[in-house]
């Protein structure tokens, strides 16, 4: 099985066949993924102006993944043509949370009026804004972000509390947007 898939206007692809990274260029930058399997490849064709991903046997888990690869690889150029936005709400009914970003850090202060406050790290192509009880993510990387979002997420993970009263957190309202140009 095979599949074509045509590059868009302003999209420029490259690809190492050492390591099968694939570098997807376009006007809101750039993304590098890496296509690891054994039986399916990749390879650029009409001198980078579409993808041919193939199976080298006639499997269905071979082609799930070309069907998959396809979808991570159209995704990509929407990444770097328009851009993805997830969109996430604070909520808190016992204690007034407090979210911050500073520079590639979130923090979550006052969360169930712990004393410290909790930190992650998110990857710097991830933008974060906090705007009153809605916190945006914004990127290229459909996975990235995705991943941005869960951190977030388990950042406001409630420990020896009944989940069913102590509802507050941050929780994902909407995700995978294309954002509008």
């Known amino acids: 099985m095979e599949t074509v898939i045509e590059v868009p206007e302003k999209v420029s692809v490259s690809l190492d066949p050492n390591s099968n990274i694939l570098n997807v260029k376009g006007p809101r930058g750039e993304v590098k993924k890496k296509f690891l399997y054994e039986f399916v490849k990749l390879e650029l064709t009409d001198g980078g102006k579409s993808i041919r991903i193939y199976t080298l046997r006639d499997k269905r888990n071979d082609k799930a993944v070309v069907g998959t690869w396809e979808s991570i690889i159209k995704s990509l150029f929407i990444g770097v043509t328009k851009g993805f936005v997830y969109t996430m709400k604070i909520v808190y009914a016992h204690f007034p949370v407090k979210v911050t970003v500073k520079g590639d850090e979130v923090t979550l202060d006052n969360f169930l009026g712990e004393k410290s406050p909790r930190k992650i790290k998110i990857d710097p192509s991830v933008k974060v804004t906090v705007k009153g ?23 406001s993970k409630i420990k020896n509390f009944d989940p069913r009263v102590f509802q507050d957190g941050i929780y ?7 954002l509008e140009a």
């Open 172 to 178: 994902i309202v909407r995700k995978g947007d294309v």
């Open 133 to 155: 009880d809605t916190v945006t993510l914004e990127g290229n990387d459909l996975e990235l972000l995705g991943n941005t979002a869960a951190k977030i997420e388990r950042l």
